[in-house]
Each structure stands twice: as C-alpha cells, then as structure tokens.
C-alpha cells in the first residue's frame, strides 16, 4: 500500500508563492507517477499537473503553466508544487495522487491541504 501525506498550505495574498510538499510513506517503489489535483467546494476536480518518478518529466494543467513548478526528491520520497504569482482563482483544496506501474488510475490519495488566495 501507499500512502500520501499533504503539508504546506496556508493562506496568502494575491502574488504570492506558496510550496506544497506531498510525502509517499510504504511501497513506494511502485509509484510511477505523482499528480496534483485540487477541487473548490462544489465543483469537479481540476488536474494541476503531474511528474514521473524516474525521469522526473512533469506536465502542467494550462491554467497553472508558467506558475507552477512540480518537483521531486525520490531520496526523501517527497513531491513538491513550487506555487508563484498565485491568483485567487488558485484557491482550493490540493490533492497528490499517485498512480502505480502499470495502472490507468490515481489509485492513492492524499488527505488535501487548503490553500486560500485572498485579493
């Protein structure tokens, strides 16, 4: 099994950076791919973005690109969302997800962790 565990978010003004830190605990060998996702209250979850845990390729919602930056640490088992010029539009809650080898879907969440933009 895999575990992930959120920590990082806060609130912020408009402008702002702000990192979110997603810690993999158990097997974490088999993770191929991290993903952050967020949802607002009432609505679907949005993709954020996502990297590989090999080569560390990452790919970015449109809405995020240029602002965000998704990182690894494999040694510390640890992926970080790099958030900057944050808008408030980018408050939500922020999900990890992480999908194994082999499989189509985000098996394993984390718990989230509340990020607010004010104006």
């Known amino acids: 099994q895999v575990q992930l565990v959120e920590s990082g978010g806060g609130f912020v003004q408009a402008g702002d950076s702000l990192r979110l830190s997603c810690a993999a605990f158990?097997?974490?060998?088999?993770?191929?791919?991290i993903g952050w996702f967020r949802q607002v209250p009432g609505k679907e979850r949005e993709f954020v973005g996502f990297?590989?845990?090999?080569?560390?390729?990452?790919n970015y919602a449109d809405s995020v690109k240029g602002r965000f930056t998704i990182s690894r640490d494999n040694a510390k088992n640890t992926v970080y969302l790099q958030m900057n010029g944050l808008k408030p539009e980018d408050t939500a809650v922020y999900y990890c997800a992480a999908r194994e080898e082999g499989r189509s879907e985000y098996e394993h969440w984390g718990q989230g962790t509340q990020v607010t933009v004010s104006s």
């Open positions: 158990g097997r974490t060998s088999s993770i191929y791919i």
């Open positions: 990297i590989t845990r090999g080569l560390g390729w990452a």
